[in-house]
């Protein structure tokens, strides 16, 4: 059941994005050309064309990612922690293993602020989660973002003592399951969860479903500021930013209603 979830949650999110629906536009163009509809092909690439040319230039993505990215304050006050919990997707694994050296993906927020913060709190236990995301690796893969997680702490100077690491989970809501098992928290311990902060409402919701308890969510690697800084042109980031947005949007609705 978890690995249908998978699936269907990978097919859905393919057919959201924003540049999938730039494809099937043209291909509709395509299709309407070839059959010698020249006025619905016209209107099509009308549409098309205005649709992309005011995505190039203004960051609508902003509009819909900033609430979500609100959801919690940032840099939360902190007086006691026993465990930092980072969530994958901060690693790039592949190139990792390419070039045989820890690199980070856009998100790597979440490896230096976990480090700071396991830095601020020479006591308090690191967890790291999260396997790989990827249909092609179902059948799996050959180096996971753990070991790539482990190599960087420890290269930063944290005792392997303090680490631990889950390298299974291959979305939110098995990392929280997943880690829960791993970490065992006690009642009263508090534990801080570190993740980008468009991702944060979803990762509270399962992370508090799965039985966390006094859990301080700790946002990062912000993706918007304000509309007027972000109008220029830039097709691919605003298509990134617009697909993200799409992405979380549909994620809390699909995790609401499985009980995720």
């Not at 190139?95 to 230096?112: C, I, M, N």
């Not at 801080?192 to 919701?205: E, Q």
């Amino acid at each position: 059941m978890q690995t249908m979830f998978f699936i269907i949650s990978k097919l859905v999110g393919a057919l959201i994005r924003p540049d999938t629906w730039l494809v099937i536009a043209l291909g509709l163009i395509v299709l309407t050309l070839s059959s010698n509809r020249q006025r619905f092909a016209l209107a099509l690439c009308i549409m098309t064309f205005t649709a992309v040319a005011v995505l190039a230039i203004f960051p609508l993505g902003n509009i819909l990612l900033q609430p979500i990215e609100r959801s919690y304050p940032a840099n939360p006050p902190l007086s006691r922690v026993d465990g930092i919990i980072v969530l994958g997707g901060g690693e790039d694994v592949r190139a990792s293993t390419f070039w045989g050296q820890s690199q980070l993906s856009e998100g790597g927020e979440r490896f230096t602020a976990a480090l700071a913060l396991a830095r601020r709190f020479p006591k308090a236990r690191l967890l790291y989660t999260g396997g790989s995301g990827e249909l092609r690796d179902l059948a799996g893969n050959s180096t996971s973002g753990a070991a790539m997680a482990g190599q960087f702490f420890r290269d930063q100077g944290i005792s392997q003592e303090r680490l631990l690491f889950e390298g299974k989970s291959r979305n939110t809501t098995e990392n929280a399951r997943f880690s829960f098992a791993m970490a065992s928290p006690c009642q009263n311990e508090v534990w801080v969860l570190v993740t980008s902060a468009f991702h944060m409402p979803r990762s509270i919701h399962s992370f508090t479903s799965a039985g966390w308890q006094n859990l301080v969510p700790f946002p990062v690697d912000y993706r918007t500021s304000s509309f007027v800084d972000g109008i220029d042109w830039d097709l691919l980031h605003h298509f990134q930013i617009l697909n993200i947005a799409i992405k979380e949007y549909v994620g809390l609705l699909a995790y609401w209603l499985t009980g995720r």
